[in-house]
């Protein structure tokens, strides 16, 4: 069984980046296809970006695609969103998370979740 922590939240401007990461422990790492999915308040989650076991296929929900990316380290355990040109509509929390079975890109798709890093894009 796998854990996941995510990191790199925080505050910042419209127009900015940030990179989120998610580390992983507790199993092999290469055998989960991992999500992020963020969380606005009042608002359902919803899926952001996804990437394949091995790295090699990656898809975006439509409005993120062109700002944010997925990428992961396998040797290192961990997975990233690198999120550029951030709109004030970004501002979630957002949450990693991680299935041995199935790539999907629905919240049902996913076993396993982190808590959640906070990010915020002020005008």
């Known amino acids: 069984q796998v854990q996941l922590v995510e990191s790199g939240g925080g505050l910042v401007q419209v127009g900015g980046s940030l990179r989120l990461s998610c580390a992983a422990s507790?199993?092999?790492?290469?055998?989960?296809?991992m999500g992020w999915f963020r969380q606005a308040p009042g608002k359902e989650r919803e899926f952001v970006a996804r990437?394949?076991?091995?790295?090699?296929?990656?898809d975006y929900a439509d409005s993120v695609k062109g700002r944010f990316t997925i990428s992961r380290d396998n040797a290192k355990n961990a997975v990233y969103l690198q999120m550029n040109n951030l709109k004030p509509e970004d501002t979630a929390v957002y949450y990693c998370?991680?299935?041995?079975?199935?790539?999907?890109?629905?919240?049902?798709?996913?076993?396993?979740w982190g808590q959640g890093t906070q990010v915020t894009v002020s005008s």
């Open positions: 998370a991680a299935d041995e079975n199935q790539f999907s890109s629905s919240r049902s798709g996913y076993a396993y």
């Open positions: 990437v394949t076991w091995s790295g090699d296929y990656t």
């Open positions: 507790g199993g092999t790492f290469s055998r989960y296809a």
